[in-house]
């Protein structure tokens, strides 16, 4: 059943009783129990729609470390073979969980580095630039982490950003991107771009876009297609292996609840795994696991995502990151995403049913195009109506010039959650 279909058949309805009896009809309701919600001056729980950002601790995560450091405790460097996880492997622990999170299949994974330090290395074997074909098409508002490796690249390669680094934009008076734009200027522009790099879930509108037939239209015109997937992995249902996209890399720390700055991922799909050929940096973790510590080989990189790796991971952070998985798994993606649409739906309906002309949502009406994050673009109120719902005890955030983003997350937000906002947001747009 497609998600639109599924949110058809709920009526919604602008009562606290409502958002209760939802709430107990929730078979997820329990997870928010796995999870510190930080609290609001008054000691109670903060409405908090900021896990697109950072996501909430989960209380596993404790034991998880303390696992690590007790074991680094015990046996110093013998935890590499005889920690209870040993660490040499530690990192293969998290690669098929992650790969159901992101629809791909356990060779197109792995846990590894930092998000923007992955689109460096992805970049550096997926961005092979020529004189004919040099361009790189990224979107609109693309995030300034993106626009900045991707500036430097482009010169890393001799060519200027100017005229290497395409854009595409919503049509005047419009907020989102059209796909058939995308479309277009790949059939206009196709021939000399390398390479097409879009955010599977953009920052900053939350519109998702349709993997599958980006990737269709960039290897038509023979480009290599790859994604940031920061606000996606963990949101949405996902099919990168499907997709046919060549890579993409993801962080952990929004909806994967894994802790700030927490390790990063990165997928290289499947038809790359045994292309030894293509570029790139190594370092001796990516090597061949059977002859890594003999130190003497020439590299002999791992056939697939494990390839790209560099240096042994930090196992402190990746305890942290299979806390989390571990909840995934329990929780599913499908299940996820189905109360999301239905929790993202209320809000939508009862951000409505305010009726202000102030506030105008402008994240797609879709919900197929659209994760768990809305954005509500204030108009003449400056950041007073952000500011009033931050002394309330709201914990969302402000996008210069004017955006307000809200991320009910399906694993630890209720309805009554997005019920009290909603009641919030009515009484400040009362006062200004
Ligand atoms: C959050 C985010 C980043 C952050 O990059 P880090 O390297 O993890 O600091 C980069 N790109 C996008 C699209 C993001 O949403």
């Not at 900053?204 to 015109?221: C, M, S, V, W």
């Not at 023979?222 to 994604?227: D, E, M, N, R, Y």
Request: contains cysteine; negative net charge.
């Amino acid at each position: 059943m497609s998600t639109k279909t599924e949110q058809l058949k709920t009526q919604f309805e602008f009562s606290r009783g409502f958002a209760v009896e939802m709430d107990q009809q929730d078979e997820l309701s329990h997870f928010r129990d796995k999870f510190w919600i930080p609290p609001k001056k008054d000691g109670t729980p903060s409405i908090y729609f900021c896990g697109n950002s950072l996501g909430l601790q989960p209380k596993s995560a404790a034991a998880c470390i303390e696992q690590e450091l007790h074991d680094w405790k015990e046996l110093g460097v013998e935890g590499h073979l005889h920690a209870k996880n040993p660490w040499l492997s530690y990192h293969e622990l998290l690669t098929e969980p992650m790969a159901r999170v992101v629809g791909a299949k356990p060779i197109e994974v792995v846990c590894a580095n930092t998000l923007t330090t992955n689109l460096h290395v992805l970049m550096t074997s997926f961005y092979r630039p020529t004189k004919e074909r040099f361009k790189i098409l990224i979107e609109s508002d693309a995030f300034p982490s993106d626009r900045y490796a991707v500036a430097s690249q482009v010169k890393l390669h001799g060519f200027d950003p100017g005229e290497a680094i395409s854009v595409v934009n919503p049509r005047q008076g419009e907020t989102l991107i059209r796909h058939e734009d995308i479309e277009a200027i790949l059939e206009q522009e196709g021939k000399q771009t390398a390479l097409v790099l879009l955010g599977g879930i953009n920052y900053y509108t939350g519109q998702f876009f349709d993997l599958k037939r980006i990737t269709e239209a960039g290897h038509r015109q023979g480009c290599v297609v790859g994604f940031d997937l920061a606000h996606a992995a963990g949101n949405v249902e996902l099919s990168l292996h499907n997709s046919g996209a060549d890579f993409a890399a993801w962080c952990s720390y929004k909806y994967l609840n894994a802790g700030p700055g927490s390790l990063a991922a990165l997928f290289v799909h499947e038809k790359h795994a045994h292309n030894f050929d293509i570029p790139r940096f190594a370092g001796w973790w990516g090597h061949n696991k059977s002859t890594r510590f003999n130190m003497r080989y020439d590299f002999d990189p791992i056939p697939g995502a494990e390839g790209w790796q560099h240096s042994n991971p930090p196992i402190l952070s990746l305890a942290a990151v299979k806390a989390s998985l571990d909840i995934f798994d329990m929780a599913t993606m499908p299940a996820l995403r189905r109360k999301s649409v239905k929790l993202t739906g209320y809000l939508e309906f009862l951000l409505n049913k305010v009726e202000d002309e102030r506030i105008r949502i402008i994240t797609p009406a879709d919900p197929d195009e659209r994760g768990c994050q809305l954005s509500i673009q204030m108009r003449n109120t400056d950041k007073r109506l952000f500011e009033m719902l931050s002394e309330k005890g709201v914990i969302a955030d402000w996008r210069e010039p004017d955006v307000v983003r809200v991320a009910p997350v399906p694993l630890y937000n209720s309805y009554q959650d997005v019920f009290d906002f909603a009641e919030l947001v009515k009484e400040c747009l009362g006062k200004i």
